[in-house]
């Protein structure tokens, strides 16, 4: 199973002030005023309509969805479409504790599951005595006592098929989708319905004509292959089909580390070289605590910038030996740096990534076979 929380963000704000249901919300952005308490025990909100900044949409209720509005677009876009929704400020503590309990409620219920973010999670129903649709409306009517929250659940035989299922009934729905069932359900959606198929990869897939999951499962491997390398091209097909063997991960290891930032205003590259030195030391250093909480080191830095055009650009590299210091995290950044044409640009975002993590214990256990063997050969 895969369970999704509704517009959980969004859903949350609406428990605080009910008085919203119905109605276009939005939840996000920087410096927003949180609505004011007044005397007849009402509130005074603020319009998207009076935003004027550089935030992003954090979530939006399905009122403002049908609007055009979604998560991670720009709020002065959002405020072209929506001028009137409420705008809200992200409470993230509150986000937190309702993630909490929900979970709690699942786990009392179904024992096994994989967190996936604070309002999504797997779950491994295969040794629970109770029929599917009994166990998804049991899980939905106590999170829903517990919290006053709604979710949404997709049963299948695999978590790459529940994902997808997760979102056919949206909100409070269930879907069940077995196997043979793909063909007639799954083949028709766009490609970036499948959790993997970033914008990337979706972008090259349409430049070859392949648009639906049906359409990548009838593509010659060889094109594939040619386009996206040996293991992506048969990962590609395989899911296509509808297929996906990962299990239901109780203890999950982190795949990378990142911090970026959004500038208050746009930095030009030269004239403002000072401030983003000290902005990718910051981020460096964030990453350093990152890595040593979580007992990792790094094999590959990546830096992340967007422009003022809202052009956004990656450049990763692999490091000589597994680092977790923030000066060799900013080294890469800078050698990154130099492969991006920065002349004369403005800058509105910068991030830092590392991945390809090993644990401490692993790298220190080479390193010392290392000096050992390097003792023993003088």
């Not at 599951?113 to 309002?119: C, K, S, T, Y």
């Not at 978590?159 to 949206?170: C, E, R, V, Y």
């Not at 956004?312 to 000066?327: G, H």
């Not at 692993?362 to 390193?367: A, V, Y």
Request: hydrophobic share 40%.
């Amino acid at each position: 199973m895969h369970l999704d929380m509704d517009a959980f963000f969004a859903s949350v704000e609406l428990l605080r002030y009910p008085m919203l249901k119905g109605l276009p919300v939005v939840v996000g952005g920087r410096q927003i005023h949180a609505p004011v308490a007044l005397a007849n025990g009402g509130y005074q909100f603020t319009s998207l309509r009076s935003y004027a900044g550089r935030g992003v949409v954090t979530t939006a209720t399905y009122e403002a969805r049908a609007l055009g509005v979604h998560s991670a677009m720009p709020l002065m876009k959002a405020r072209q479409l929506a001028p009137d929704a409420v705008l809200l400020p992200a409470n993230f503590a509150a986000y937190q504790k309702y993630s909490k309990q929900f979970k709690s409620v699942v786990k009392k219920i179904t024992p096994v599951i994989e967190n996936r973010g604070v309002d999504e999670i797997f779950i491994d129903a295969t040794k629970i005595n109770m029929p599917t649709l009994k166990l998804a409306k049991k899980l939905q009517k106590e999170i829903l006592q517990s919290t006053g929250l709604s979710c949404s659940i997709g049963v299948a035989p695999n978590k790459l098929l529940a994902k997808i299922a997760s979102d056919f009934k949206k909100p409070g729905g269930i879907t069940v989708l077995q196997q043979y069932e793909v063909a007639e359900k799954i083949w028709p959606l766009p490609v970036e319905v499948i959790n993997g198929i970033g914008p990337k990869a979706q972008k090259k897939l349409n430049g070859l004509g392949i648009k639906t999951v049906g359409q990548l499962a009838d593509a010659a491997p060889a094109l594939l292959q040619h386009h996206f390398g040996t293991n992506y091209a048969r990962w590609l097909l395989k899911v296509a089909y509808g297929q996906d063997d990962s299990p239901v991960e109780t203890v999950r290891i982190a795949q990378s580390h990142s911090r970026e930032t959004t500038f208050h205003r746009d930095l030009h590259v030269q004239n403002d070289r000072r401030a983003l030195g000290n902005i990718l030391w910051q981020l460096c250093e964030r990453l350093e605590q990152d890595l040593k909480k979580a007992d990792h080191y790094a094999k590959n830095v990546e830096i992340k910038l967007r422009f003022d055009n809202f052009l956004t650009q990656t450049r990763s590299m692999q490091t000589a030996k597994p680092i977790n210091q923030a000066r060799w995290i900013r080294y890469y950044a800078r050698q990154n740096l130099r492969r991006v044409d920065l002349h004369n640009k403005k800058l509105r975002l910068m991030g830092v990534k590392v991945a390809q993590l090993i644990p401490a214990s692993q790298f220190e256990q080479k390193s010392m076979h290392a000096l050992q063997l390097s003792l023993y050969d003088e």
